[in-house]
C-alpha cells in the first residue's frame, strides 16, 4: 500500500538556521512521483516541487534543496538560511502512475509544522 | 488572475442543511480534484474528474456529491451536513496523472454546528 511518512511534527528553528524536513514514502510501484507542498498560516497549498522516481538527481532552487533516495525511501527537503517566511507547515506526497494518466491521486504526509523564530 | 478559484471561503452551516461548493480553473486543466483537510490537518482525496468523467471516488459518503458541468468547474454539493464534516475543502486541477502537479484552491472552510 503507498504511504507517507513524515515523522516530524513540529519543528522550531531561529532565522538563518539551516533545517530540515523528513519525508519516507512507501510503495510497490516502480513508477512513482513525490511532490512537496507548502501551508502557510493563510492556508493555501503551494506546490514546491515534483520528483520522478527514475530521476534521482537532487534539486536545489535558492534557498531551497532536495534529497531523493531510492534506497531508503526517502525525499528529504532542507532550507538553508531558515527565514520567518519559510513558517508553515510541509506537506510530502507521493502518487503512483495510474488510471491511464488521467487523474493524479496524491498521498499525503501528515505534515511538518515549521516554525522560525526571529 | 486566480488559477483554482473556489466559493465560499468560508461557509457557516446547522446540522442537516444542504450545501454547495463551487470550483472553477483557468488553467485549460483536465483533471479536477476535491480534497478534504481535517483539524489534523491530514489532507485526503474524495474525487477526481478528467473532462467531466468521474475517475476516483474514494469511499465517500454519498450524501458528497460531486458535478462537473464542463472541465473547468467542479461543484461539491453536500446533503445532510453533519458535525464531522466540519473541515476544509480543497479543490485542485492538473494537466493529467501522475507526473504533473495539481495546483490548489484556497480552501473552502465549513463549519457545521
Known amino acids: 500500500a503507498q504511504k507517507v511518512t513524515q515523522a516530524q511534527t513540529e519543528i522550531s528553528v531561529v532565522e538563518k538556521e539551516d533545517v530540515t524536513l523528513d519525508c519516507v514514502y512507501e510503495?510497490?510501484?516502480?513508477?512513482?512521483?513525490l511532490f512537496w507542498y507548502k501551508q502557510p498560516p493563510s492556508g493555501e497549498l503551494v506546490f514546491l516541487i515534483r520528483?520522478?522516481?527514475?530521476?534521482?538527481q537532487n534539486e536545489i532552487s535558492g534557498r531551497y534543496s532536495w534529497n531523493f533516495q531510492k534506497s531508503t525511501s526517502s525525499f528529504n527537503f532542507t532550507i538553508t538560511a531558515s527565514q520567518v517566511v519559510d513558517s508553515a507547515v510541509y506537506f510530502c506526497?507521493?502518487?503512483?502512475?495510474?488510471?491511464?494518466?488521467?487523474?493524479?491521486?496524491?498521498?499525503f504526509g501528515t505534515g511538518t509544522l515549521l516554525a522560525v523564530q526571529p | 488572475d486566480t488559477a483554482v478559484s473556489q466559493t465560499p471561503k468560508y461557509l457557516v452551516t446547522q446540522m442537516g442543511n444542504d450545501k454547495s461548493i463551487k470550483c472553477e480553473q483557468n488553467?485549460?486543466?483536465?483533471?479536477m480534484y476535491w480534497y478534504k483537510q481535517d483539524s489534523k490537518k491530514f489532507l485526503k482525496i474524495m474525487f477526481s474528474?478528467?473532462?467531466?468523467?468521474?475517475?476516483i471516488n474514494e469511499t465517500v459518503p454519498n450524501r458528497f456529491s460531486p458535478k462537473s458541468p464542463d472541465k473547468a468547474h467542479l461543484n461539491l454539493h453536500i446533503n445532510s451536513l453533519e458535525l464531522g464534516d466540519s473541515a476544509v475543502y480543497f479543490c485542485?486541477?492538473?494537466?493529467?496523472?501522475?507526473?504533473?502537479?495539481?495546483?490548489f484552491g484556497q480552501g473552502t472552510r465549513l463549519t457545521v454546528v
Open positions: 485542485a486541477s492538473s494537466p493529467g496523472g501522475g507526473n504533473t502537479e495539481a495546483f
Open positions: 510503495t510497490r510501484d516502480t513508477t512513482y512521483y
Open positions: 520528483r520522478n522516481s527514475f530521476d534521482e
Open positions: 506526497a507521493l502518487s503512483e502512475a495510474r488510471y491511464g494518466g488521467a487523474t493524479n491521486k496524491l498521498i
Open positions: 488553467l485549460g486543466h483536465d483533471t
Open positions: 474528474y478528467n473532462n467531466k468523467e468521474l475517475i
